[in-house]
């Protein structure tokens, strides 16, 4: 078995969907944290200058998600089939794009009132639309794709909970039952149960 | 017999072409839809899985978010990347790739007082960006992951075409790369696409 090495900084991140798939496949690896003053020695030997990276055999990735979907199919939780797959890996990029919304609409906006404004109208528009549509994809038992946990809902999960803690108030799931079961089946998943209350407590 | 897959877009390059250069490419058949914006979008949106194309439709299955498609073609075409770590290299190729996508479009998306900035950042980003690209090139000439054609090529040649428009030499140092832009219209497939495509604004 292949050992693994996984560096970020000490922070959840774009790291956290790879932890998060690590727990729920129980595989070891090692969860480098960098101080910011140790990344810039580092950064020339990364693929693309970015973290994380993932080592193994030799080799590193980088990429969050790439790194994700690769530990995932390592496990069998990215997807049973070709068509599960690709529902999976366009759910995760959906998430993607409400977290970048987020980030570049928000999160990076300087004007108080321009961020009141898009935060306000991110929360009553355009996450309930989404939410609405994701509903629509996951099934009543709770998964994205097939009848398992997969990458998709580890996805869903983390980028709910990375972006609730800078709104007034967590993103509310009413009206979306399939959603709220995704939520339950994965945080209920014995290795990542275990992992949200061992995980470091961290800024970001 | 309608062929089994549906790809709907709109009548642009843009975030449908590299799924269209894979279907090229292995010479697999689907049916090249092109909607109009402002006629035929409206209805069609609500019945997508995020109000948003492309989609591809295929077994009565609605796929959305243009890499999601381009991966489950890139794996239908055998075209994915051979090995588990080829696929994620060839992932993490083309997610890097977003990047430069994204500094290229800007140009175009950008009003007339703003493009020349946008011009100047890409010009900034690309040489770095390149020369990381050309040393995680693989070592068979031509293509970025392992010893034959992929996904990554494709997406790489897509985009290299528009950023070449605004800076025509930077590929003249990195020979690994520049060899990838002659490999991929070699292929037949691809070559014929390229000649019969329909000409659209991007």
């Keep these: 078995m292949p050992s693994y090495k996984l560096t970020y900084f000490n922070g959840r991140g774009t790291a956290e969907i790879v932890r998060l798939v690590f727990a729920a496949a129980g595989t070891e690896y090692e969860d480098v944290r960098l101080e910011h003053d140790q990344w810039p020695e580092l950064k020339p030997s990364t693929p693309m200058g970015q973290l994380p990276i993932l080592e193994m055999d030799g080799t590193m990735l980088c990429q969050s998600n790439s790194i994700a979907r690769y530990v995932a199919k390592m496990a069998g939780l990215a997807g049973k089939t070709p068509l599960d797959q690709a529902r999976v890996d366009m759910v995760m990029d959906g998430m993607v794009d409400m977290g970048n919304k987020f980030a570049y609409e928000i999160y990076y906006e300087k004007d108080e009132d321009k961020k009141a404004e898009k935060k306000k109208d991110y929360v009553e528009k355009y996450v309930p639309q989404f939410f609405s549509s994701l509903n629509k994809l996951a099934s009543d038992g709770g998964y994205f794709a097939g009848d398992e946990l997969t990458l998709a809902d580890i996805a869903f999960y983390n980028m709910v909970t990375m972006v609730n803690p800078y709104l007034e108030q967590p993103l509310s799931l009413d009206g979306f039952p399939n959603l709220e079961k995704v939520v339950d089946n994965v945080t209920s998943n014995p290795g990542i149960a275990k992992w949200l209350k061992e995980r470091p407590e961290t800024p970001y | ?202």
């Design chain 2, 1 to 202: 017999m309608a062929p089994k897959y549906r790809l709907i877009y709109f009548n642009l390059r843009a975030r449908a072409e590299p799924t269209r250069l894979l279907f090229a490419a292995a010479g697999l058949q689907y049916e090249d839809v092109r909607i109009r914006r402002d006629t035929e979008w409206p209805a069609l949106k609500p019945n997508t899985p995020m109000g948003q194309v492309p989609v591809l439709e295929v077994d009565g299955v609605t796929i959305c978010q243009s890499n999601a498609i381009a991966r489950y073609v890139a794996k239908e075409t055998g075209l994915a990347g051979k090995t588990n770590l080829e696929q994620a290299q060839v992932d993490m190729l083309v997610d890097g790739m977003g990047d430069l996508r994204g500094k290229q479009a800007a140009i175009r998306k950008a009003s007339e007082d703003k493009k020349d900035q946008c011009k100047e950042e890409l010009a900034a980003f690309a040489p770095n960006f390149l020369r990381r690209y050309e040393e995680l090139s693989g070592p068979h000439a031509g293509h970025l992951v392992g010893d034959s054609l992929t996904w990554a090529d494709l997406e790489f040649y897509d985009v290299m075409a528009k950023v070449l428009m605004y800076l025509p030499g930077i590929l003249d140092n990195l020979p690994k790369l520049a060899k990838v832009m002659d490999t991929v219209p070699a292929n037949k497939g691809v070559a014929d696409w390229l000649a019969k495509r329909p000409e659209t604004p991007h």
